[in-house]
């Protein structure tokens, strides 16, 4: 039997618990969001150059109920503003060898147990610069990360830039700690992993482990 057969069935098997485990005790959602008003979500982005708070308010003015959340999901991500692309990836040419970039991913192991991942790699040569392993990512957790990853101001005399996504983890209390060692805490926006692309390349979600980062990490790790 072949290695990857095996983490086929891993993979099917993680993938058949998590959907079980999600549904179980749940209630049907709300009904789906009609075509027209999609249309008209997307068609006041392209227009208006409006946010999801405004598109909702405006919304509501037409009788509308539709949460702001559902009006993100929505909202074209890519491509809406082109200038706005070509600034953020301007930036990130432009401060390459300053830039550290931090995130997580899951590991699955083989009793459906997950493991978080949280791992600082730099942009200048994808090098990894810390990385560690738990069952309980705290907002307390990443601060200590960072103090590891970054001993005695060291990162201010060799990069610049933090970024960053907008998970709920990264508290005020994770920007302050970036701030005091000499980084400027720099966040992507919503819904937007691409502009993180260094530590999140695109990959599908079922194979949350199989990035080139994510296996540079896993080999750092203690087996």
Known sequence: MKPETVIGWHRAGFALYWKWLSRRGRLPGRPAVGREVRDLVRRMASENRWGAPRIHGELLKLGLSVSERTVSRYLRQHGRWPERRQSWLTFLRNHREVLVAMDFFVVPTATFRLLYVWFAIRHSRR?????????????????????????????????????????????????????????????????????????????RARRPASSAPAQRVLGLLPR
């Open 127 to 203: 090098e990894i610069v810390h990385c560690s392993v738990t069952e309980t990512p705290t907002a307390t957790w990443v601060v200590q990360q960072l103090r590891e990853a970054f001993p005695f101001d060291e990162a201010g005399r060799v990069s610049r830039y933090l970024v960053f996504d907008r998970d709920t983890i990264f508290s005020a209390g994770v920007v302050a700690a970036v701030a005091s060692m000499a980084l400027e805490p720099t966040r992507t926006s919503y819904q937007s992993p691409w502009q993180n692309g260094v530590s999140r390349p695109r990959h």
